[in-house]
């Protein structure tokens, strides 16, 4: 018999309420032994899922004042008795009904064992249970749909499809084993010739939604680069709309660099700001450089700024060396002030797009959201009911099964016995 395990739901602190669950066949009993209920009714399965006003006591010392809800296998989370005993929320609380469970038989509950439980009962498949995981630490809004995704099972149901085709396919590899045997005549190859080009480009369909499905779980890493004051903190305070990073034309003020969460159309982007190190004026400018390769390294994309109305200059050289190896945005900023910059001759220099703001009359900042959807998402960005690929042990799966059954077509193909 699985042991009875008991854990603290939800976050500790101060709370109005919070919620200790059980979940095993003694759950039950467990807490009968705790609660005494106000309507003073026997509990059984005819209080399935019905909240129940009482108290939890200790002995006879009075814990708390709750609210109870008994769920009977086999409909549960974990597919087995499970009550979740609602508490007031301060930690005290949750720590004394939580130990009057443990005194009365239940156990400590590990890390993910409810899930765990979900999963080994059946009641969710792997991709769903790294679903729930995945939905409890979304930060935006489109994480939170994806992992709803997967939680509902549009991943898992399509990984079934695949199996049932590789399935299809495979019975007829092992009949063709006997066929050849007693046959003489050849054997129908086009239909799963067919099946298996069909299934591959659905598999490959699906393999290309990992990068966007990374994306949009994790976020985008993006650095704002470029030479001092060409206004990489002003265009932060931009997108963040407020005014986080210190804007200042007085070289020679050191500052940590900034890292800032933003949320635009509902991807998380994870903004480093490099402006915020500078140093004495000597070094201002191989510290700008150097920050910016460092920054660049770990970025999925860089915003690149110049500064119109000053004349391009071999710093702006550098920086665009560093963007051209990656995914950039190029910005044109300070159009407000009069045009210095020779915007052709920088055009030809770059390979990444070139959009015009003005960070200080904040104008253009849209044009740079919509540039940056089109850049990771063809403009839209679409997670309603889809599977989708989010997750790496995922994605390597995918793309094992994928090289597995190429290589098999190849062989089909060329007739290998
Ligand atoms: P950073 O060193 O690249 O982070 O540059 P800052 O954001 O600190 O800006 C440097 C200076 O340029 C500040 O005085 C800003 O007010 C100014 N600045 C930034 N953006 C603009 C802009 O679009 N137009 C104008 N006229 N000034 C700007």
């Known amino acids: 018999m699985e042991k009875t395990i008991v854990a603290i739901a939800t976050a500790t602190g101060e709370a109005g309420i919070g919620i200790v669950r059980l979940s095993g066949e003694s759950s039950v009993e467990t807490v009968k032994k705790i609660f005494r209920p106000l309507d003073k009714k026997q509990i059984d399965k005819s209080q399935n899922k019905l909240m129940k006003y009482g108290h939890i006591y200790d002995n006879d010392e009075l814990v708390d004042e709750v609210m109870v809800c008994f769920m009977f296998a086999p409909h549960t989370y974990t597919r087995e008795d499970v009550v979740e005993i609602y508490t007031h929320g301060g930690i005290v609380c949750l720590k004394r009904v939580l130990n009057s469970c443990l005194?009365?038989?239940?156990?400590?509950?590990?890390?993910?064992?409810?899930?765990?439980?979900?999963?080994?009962n059946g009641r969710l498949d792997l991709?769903?249970?790294?679903?729930?995981?995945?939905?409890?630490?979304a930060k935006t809004s489109a994480s939170h749909k994806s992992a709803l995704n997967q939680l509902e099972g549009h991943l898992g149901k399509k990984i079934k499809?695949?199996?049932?085709?590789?399935?299809?396919?495979?019975?007829?590899?092992?009949?063709?084993?006997?066929?050849?045997?007693d046959m003489q005549e050849d054997l129908p190859l086009d239909n799963v010739i067919l099946k298996t080009e069909h299934?591959?480009?659905q598999m490959k369909e699906l393999l290309n939604s990992s990068n966007q499905g990374k994306i949009l779980r994790d976020g985008l890493n993006v650095s704002i680069i470029g030479k001092p004051n060409v206004g990489k903190s002003s265009?932060?305070?931009?997108?963040?709309?407020?005014?986080?990073?210190?804007?200042?034309?007085?070289?020679?003020?050191?500052r940590d660099l900034i890292n800032e969460d933003v949320e635009l159309k509902g991807i998380r982007l994870n903004i480093n700001d490099t402006a915020g190190?500078?140093?004495?004026?000597?070094?201002?400018?191989?510290?700008?450089?150097?920050?910016?390769?460092?920054?660049?390294?770990t970025a999925d994309l860089n915003l690149v700024i110049f500064d119109i109305s000053?004349?391009?200059?071999?710093?702006?050289?550098?920086?665009?060396?560093?963007?051209?190896?990656?995914?950039?945005?190029?910005?044109?900023?300070?159009?407000?002030?009069?045009?210095?910059?020779?915007?052709?001759?920088?055009?030809?220099?770059?390979?990444?797009?070139?959009?015009?703001?003005?960070a200080l009359e904040n104008r253009?900042?849209?044009?740079?959201?919509?540039?940056?959807?089109?850049?990771?998402?063809?403009?839209?960005?679409?997670?309603e009911n889809k599977a989708l690929i989010t997750n790496v042990r995922h994605q390597n799966n995918l793309r094992c099964a994928f090289e597995f059954l190429q290589s098999f077509l190849e062989d089909i193909k060329n007739s290998v016995p």
Request: charged share 35%; proline share 1%.
């Open 235 to 254: 265009l932060l305070n931009r997108i963040l709309k407020q005014e986080r990073a210190i804007v200042t034309d007085i070289a020679g003020t050191t």
């Open 199 to 201: 299934l591959l480009t």
């Open 103 to 120: 005194k009365n038989g239940a156990v400590l509950a590990e890390k993910g064992e409810f899930t765990k439980r979900a999963f080994l």
């Open 127 to 137: 991709s769903q249970a790294e679903g729930v995981i995945d939905l409890i630490k």
């Open 161 to 181: 499809e695949f199996r049932e085709i590789v399935l299809d396919i495979l019975s007829f590899v092992e009949y063709s084993i006997n066929f050849t045997e």
């Open 277 to 297: 190190i500078r140093e004495t004026e000597d070094v201002v400018e191989k510290i700008g450089v150097e920050k910016s390769i460092e920054a660049s390294e």
């Open 310 to 358: 000053r004349s391009f200059d071999e710093e702006d050289e550098k920086i665009i060396e560093i963007a051209n190896r990656k995914k950039s945005i190029g910005i044109l900023n300070k159009v407000d002030l009069e045009r210095v910059l020779v915007v052709s001759a920088l055009k030809e220099k770059i390979n990444f797009p070139l959009l015009e703001i003005s």
């Open 364 to 383: 253009g900042i849209d044009k740079l959201e919509d540039t940056i959807t089109d850049m990771f998402f063809d403009g839209k960005i679409e997670i």
